[in-house]
Nanobody, 123 residues
Framework: VQLQASGGGLVQAGGSLRLSCAASGRTFGSYGMGWFRQAPGKEREFVAY????????YYADSVKGRFTISRDNAKNTVYLQMNSLKPEDTAVYYC?????????????????WGQGTLVTVSS
């Protein structure tokens, strides 16, 4: 599976962005998908997860209530809608695919990674 993240950019605090992650391969619908982010000088951290069917989602506490993960298996794409953005959300955002079942929020639990897209939130 190859992943291509897009949709990053510069936005003011309080604004919104929607990230997309397009996947290649006919088995996209069998993968759990996650979003992670890495701020300058910090470790890459979990943001959100969605199951292969879209029926289960999970969020980091820092984004709960502001971010929404979704997927369209017909388009081989997963999304991250980000609202009420804060300067501390500034980071490179990565999408990742997991062939195993169930919730996963650790980096090593994911098998494939996209290249990342930069989100900058100004105060």
């Amino acid at each position: 599976v190859q992943l291509q993240a897009s949709g990053g950019g510069l936005v003011q605090a309080g604004g919104s962005l929607r990230l997309s992650c397009a996947a290649s391969g006919r088995t996209f619908g069998s993968y759990g998908m996650g979003w992670f982010r890495q701020a300058p000088g910090k470790e890459r951290e979990f943001v959100a997860y969605i199951s292969w069917s879209g029926g289960s989602t999970y969020y980091a506490d820092s984004v709960k209530g502001r971010f929404t993960i979704s997927r369209d298996n017909a388009k081989n794409t997963v999304y991250l809608q980000m609202n009420s953005l804060k300067p501390e959300d500034t980071a490179v955002y990565y999408c990742a695919a997991r062939s195993g079942g169930g919730l996963a929020f650790r980096r090593y639990e994911y098998d494939y990674w996209g290249q990342g897209t930069l989100v900058t939130v100004s105060s």
